[in-house]
C-alpha cells in the first residue's frame, strides 16, 4: 500500500470548505508548514481549526488568519498573533480557548472513541458555564466533550509510505494525539523512507492512523520568540 501524495496542493485540494482541521505544533516548533501553505494557496475558506495556538503575523496559521480563510478557532494560547486578536475583538472570528491539559485530553478522546470526561480544571470558572459539572470526593469537576476533525495536518520528522510516523524532540506535541481524531490524517515529513527502514519499537503514530503522506519542506522552522543574552 503506498499512500504517498505527490506534493502539498494534491493534499489541500481533498479540504472542502467549511471543513474542521487539526493542526499539530506548539508554538511554531512541529508545524505542518508545507500543508499549511498549500491550504492558503488553494483558497479554502470557512475554516475550523484546531491548534494550540494561531501562529504568528505572516507564517503559520497567520496566513491563513490574514487571508480571512477561517471563521472559527479553538485554541489554548493566542498571544503572538496581533491579526488573531484584532478579529477576535472586532467579532470576526469565534475563538474557543481550552485549557491546554484539557485541549490534549479532549482530542485524546476524540481518537480513543471516548464519550467525555470529567476534569477539575475550569470548574467554578466562566470554562464551566453550561457545562454538566459534579462533585467527586469532595471536588468539583466539569464534563468535557471529545476534539474531533475532519482532517488532521500533522507533521513528522521521519515517516514512511504506508503512514508509520516518528517524531523529534519538542516536534511531537500534539502531533500524534491529532493524528488518531480525525477522519482523515495527512501528514508530512522530513524524510520519507522505504517500508522497514524505520525501528518498530521508534513508530509514535502507527500508520493505521494516516491515510495520506508527502514529503515536505523546504522548511523555514521558525523560532516563535527569540530571547538572547544582552
Same mark, same amino acid.
Given at each position: ?33 508545507? /500543508?499549511?501553505?498549500? #491550504?492558503?494557496? !488553494? $483558497? =479554502? ?8 495556538? &494561531? @501562529?504568528?503575523? *505572516? ?33 470576526? /472570528?469565534?475563538?474557543? #480557548?481550552?485549557? !491546554? $491539559? =484539557? ?8 481518537? &480513543? @472513541?471516548?464519550? *467525555? ?41 521521519? $515517516? ?56 515536505? $519542506? ?13
Amino acid at each position: 500500500m503506498n499512500k504517498v501524495l505527490p506534493d502539498a496542493a494534491t493534499a489541500a485540494a481533498l479540504v472542502p470548505h467549511g471543513a474542521t482541521v487539526l493542526v499539530g505544533g506548539f508554538g511554531l516548533c512541529g508545524i505542518p508548514e508545507t /500543508l499549511i501553505n498549500a #491550504l492558503h494557496t !488553494q $483558497g =479554502t475558506t470557512q475554516l475550523t481549526l484546531v491548534s494550540n495556538n &494561531a @501562529g504568528i503575523d *505572516g507564517f503559520g496559521l497567520g496566513i491563513l488568519l490574514e487571508a480571512r480563510q477561517v471563521t472559527r478557532m479553538v485554541s489554548t494560547y493566542v498571544g503572538e498573533n496581533k491579526e488573531f486578536e484584532r478579529q477576535f475583538l472586532s467579532g470576526e /472570528l469565534a475563538v474557543e #480557548l481550552v485549557p !491546554q $491539559g =484539557t485541549f490534549a485530553e479532549r482530542i485524546r478522546a476524540g481518537g &480513543a @472513541g471516548v464519550g *467525555g470526561f470529567f476534569t477539575p480544571t475550569g470548574f467554578g470558572t466562566v470554562v464551566a458555564e453550561g457545562k454538566e459539572t459534579r462533585v467527586i470526593d469532595g471536588r468539583g469537576y466539569v464534563f468535557e466533550t471529545p476534539l474531533r476533525g475532519d482532517f488532521a495536518f500533522v507533521k513528522a520528522w521521519k $515517516g514512511d509510505r504506508l503512514g508509520n510516523l516518528v517524531y523529534r524532540r519538542t516536534a511531537r506535541n500534539f502531533n500524534p494525539v491529532m493524528a488518531t481524531a480525525a477522519k482523515i490524517t495527512i501528514a508530512e515529513v522530513e524524510q520519507l523512507v522505504e517500508p522497514g527502514e524505520i525501528d518498530p519499537d521508534h513508530i509514535v503514530t502507527p500508520g493505521i492512523y494516516v491515510r495520506h503522506i508527502l514529503q515536505g $519542506g523546504p522548511y523555514e522552522k521558525r523560532i516563535e520568540r527569540k530571547t538572547v543574552r544582552s
